[in-house]
């Protein structure tokens, strides 16, 4: 087990608004120099476990712990910045100017140049942030947040806005810090990010995690594998009766089925139909993330996580 003092420990952590139970008993432990996709659908208590790791909100039992400490004696200290989606900015400042401004308020603030430079926006310096488009005031928010050069970045849906160019530039600054030790927790609606960006991934459900581990342990998590092959005028009745077939689609010549042993699948086309172009893949993070999260998870995929065993205690009882 870690000795270090971890990055952030959350032990129990229980948050009620009246008879709503936003966070429900949730624990989790993130190492220095993890970057953590932190996924959950919507309404399953992200936002409220970020607003209690800021200090943003009172948890109504358990504790939060930044670094060994309280949440706001961390964002004191500037151990601790984040990247909301909005808020924050004020529409007739230039960006350098809302850079600088934030920066008195830290102490030792890096130079304003410097993390304009390390948010891409430098081209941008003299805009006013009314005239910035949705990616480049998340880029700003971004540059803020680097200037007490803070050991944990909290980011809520980061890229939102931003192009495609945008999003890996973004990505590649974090993975470099990450690098240097910056510990990194975000939360994204683009999955894909979290598959290619993050060690490891969080998820969560009314309140409670379900699954925690790296990308290909949460994607094993998803059981069974897609089958698709050409066969123009597949019999969907016969492939929806194969045993483990869990739903069977049909697009134009080619046909898509779930199977939970795609070996009898394989053998049923290749030796009973004219089908060709065979391929077999595993399920993918959105899948996982389906399985897991939603009302219809199936009890199967939660004894998955509960059985395995991982660095991170990987644990997933679909509730």
Not at 44 to 55: F, N, P, Q, R, S
Not at 141 to 167: H, I, N, Q, S, Y
Not at 189 to 196: P, Q
Request: net charge negative.
């Amino acid at each position: 087990m870690p000795t270090s003092t971890p990055a952030v420990e959350l032990t129990g952590l229980i948050k009620r608004y009246g008879a709503v139970t936003a966070v429900d008993g949730l624990s989790l432990r993130i190492e220095p120099g993890e970057v953590v996709a932190f996924l959950g659908p919507n309404g399953a208590g992200k936002t409220t476990t970020v607003d209690m790791l800021l200090g943003l909100a009172r948890p109504t039992a358990g504790s939060v712990r930044v670094f060994g400490q309280a949440p706001a004696d961390a964002v004191a200290l500037g151990q601790i910045a984040a990247v909301m989606q909005t808020g924050g900015l004020l529409k007739d400042m230039t960006v350098a100017e809302t850079v600088q401004m934030t920066a008195n308020f830290y102490p030792h603030a890096r130079p304003v140049a410097e993390v304009l430079d390390r948010a891409g926006i430098t081209d941008i310096a003299g805009r006013r942030v009314g005239k910035c488009s949705g990616g480049q005031q998340q880029r700003l928010r971004f540059a803020m947040a680097l200037l007490p050069d803070p050991d944990l970045m909290v980011l809520d849906e980061p890229t939102t806005g931003m192009d495609v160019e945008g999003r890996r530039d973004f990505w590649t600054a974090i993975r470099r810090d990450a690098r240097d030790g910056r510990t990194v927790l975000f939360a994204t609606h683009y999955l894909e990010e979290a598959d290619a960006y993050a060690d490891r991934i969080v998820l969560i459900r009314q309140g409670r995690i379900v699954a925690d581990g790296t990308t290909a342990e949460v994607k094993n998590l998803a059981s069974g594998r897609l089958v698709r092959a050409t066969l123009p005028g597949a019999d969907q009745m016969a492939l929806a009766g194969l045993p483990g077939v869990e739903s069977v689609e049909v697009r134009g010549d080619s046909v898509l089925v779930q199977a939970g042993d795609s070996d009898v699948v394989a053998r049923y086309l290749l030796n009973q139909t004219a089908a060709r172009d065979l391929e077999i893949t595993a399920r993918n993070l959105e899948d996982a993330f389906l399985a897991l999260t939603t009302d219809t998870a199936t009890e199967g995929a939660g004894t998955a996580a509960r059985t395995d065993t991982n660095r991170h205690g990987l644990q997933g009882s679909v509730r």
